[in-house]
């Protein structure tokens, strides 16, 4: 059962410490300082990026994000909803994501976040998809 979510931010049944964990992980993107990086994941993490890269262990990660810092400016990472089914460590994290590389682009997503037993990101999934909504003309009423 998925707890409901409330107005602001869908975050009423995650603890604050996850909660946390989430939050500073996305600012340190937007902020460019991964300094607390290992208060956020534990040496055996799992991250999978929307578009296919996988990186396994805290020094994949940490290689990765050194890569990003040379070819990309996060100009926002927001989140726009947390929720998470009742009893489990994992939380599913709606966010709009903007970055400036060659050229601006930003893309909604939806990250996958589980948990340790010591309250640490154990495993990322993304998804995404496009920022722009629309209803195609076939599906509109004549």
Request: hydrophobic content about 35%; glycine content about 8%.
């Amino acid at each position: 059962m998925v707890s409901k979510v409330n107005a602001a931010m869908g975050e009423n049944d995650i603890g604050l410490a996850e909660k946390k964990k989430i939050k500073s992980y996305f600012r340190m993107w937007e902020t460019r300082d991964f300094k607390e990086l290992k208060d956020v994941f534990p040496p055996s993490v799992y991250y999978s990026e929307c578009y296919g890269p996988e990186y396994r262990g805290i020094g994949q990660i940490e290689r990765w994000i050194s890569h990003m810092l040379k070819s990309q400016t996060v100009k926002e990472w927001k989140i726009t909803r947390m929720i998470r089914a009742e009893g489990s460590k994992t939380v599913v994290v709606n966010w709009v994501f903007s970055a400036v590389e060659s050229s601006s682009y930003s893309f909604n997503g939806v990250s996958i976040i589980s948990f340790d037993g010591g309250g640490l990101i154990s495993s990322v999934e993304e998804f995404k998809s496009e920022a722009r909504k629309f209803t195609p003309d076939f599906a509109k009423k004549p």
